[in-house]
T-cell receptor, first 118, second 111 residues
Framework: DGGITQSPKYLFRKEGQNVTLSCEQN?????MYWYRQDPGQGLRLIYY???????QKGDIAEGYSVSREKKESFPLTVTSAQKNPTAFYLC?????????????????FGQGTRLTVV | QKEVEQNSGPLSVPEGAIASLNCTYS??????FFWYRQYSGKSPELIMF????GDKEDGRFTAQLNKASQYVSLLIRDSQPSDSATYLC???????????FGTGTKLQVIP
């Protein structure tokens, strides 16, 4: 079955430690995204990638890093520079298309990783 | 000004009533609009998408888009307790892949 897989589901991090969240998709989508969601809040964009070996900062990129070495994979590293990393992290992907073509492309989401700093 | 704005709610409606959820956006270049439903602790799932002015109906759901006024709405007819969730509005500017979400509106359907 096609879909997006995030792992782990729950992650605990010690202060000052870097952690990497995994996101893999087999939908053959070009575009991938990382969002952060805090309790009672909407989704805030951390990073997104439109194509392999390219990615762009979103609205809250500080303290995070990503890589896109393969089309299927878009891991997110939460570094020690991120001062308040406890949140629900969501990875998504969508078809990447040229301007004006098939604008109704939805983003498919993984099941999320809940990160807690202990 | 936020790019995508929604009233956080909660919006409470009795079972069987029509729930009306609203969303405004700031970028006039926005071309694709999505409504996602998110249950507590779960990831969002797509309910509707719309990209032309007017109404689009799918079962109990109707999305309405008015580009001149820069708002998009979601109507849920015959609301059920299972519709109780947070509804997220998302906007994509044509030609770009950045999808921006609103903060969501929490809907409570009272039995």
């Amino acid at each position: 079955d096609g879909g997006i897989t995030q792992s782990p589901k729950y992650l605990f991090r010690k202060e000052g430690q870097n952690v990497t969240l995994s996101c893999e998709q087999n939908l053959n989508h070009d575009a991938m995204y990382w969002y952060r969601q805090d309790p009672g809040q909407g989704l805030r964009l951390i990073y997104y990638s439109q194509i392999v070996n390219d990615f762009q900062k979103g609205d809250i990129a500080e303290g995070y890093s990503v890589s896109r070495e393969k089309k299927e994979s878009f891991p997110l590293t939460v570094t020690s520079a991120q001062k308040n990393p406890t949140a629900f992290y969501l990875c998504a992907s969508s078809i990447s298309l040229g301007a004006g073509i098939l604008l109704n492309t939805e983003a498919f989401f993984g099941q999320g990783t809940r990160l807690t700093v202990v | 000004q936020k790019e995508v704005e929604q009233n956080s709610g909660p919006l409470s409606v009795p079972e069987g009533a029509i729930a009306s959820l609203n969303c405004t956006y700031s970028d006039r270049g926005s071309q694709s609009f999505f409504w996602y439903r998110q249950y507590s602790g779960k990831s969002p799932e797509l309910i509707m998408f719309i990209y032309s002015n007017g109404d689009k109906e799918d079962g109990r759901f109707t999305a309405q888009l008015n580009k001149a006024s820069q708002y998009v709405s979601l109507l849920i007819r015959d609301s059920q307790p299972s519709d109780s969730a947070t509804y997220l509005c998302a906007v994509k500017v044509g030609g770009y892949q950045k999808v921006t979400f609103g903060t969501g509106t929490k809907l409570q359907v009272i039995p």
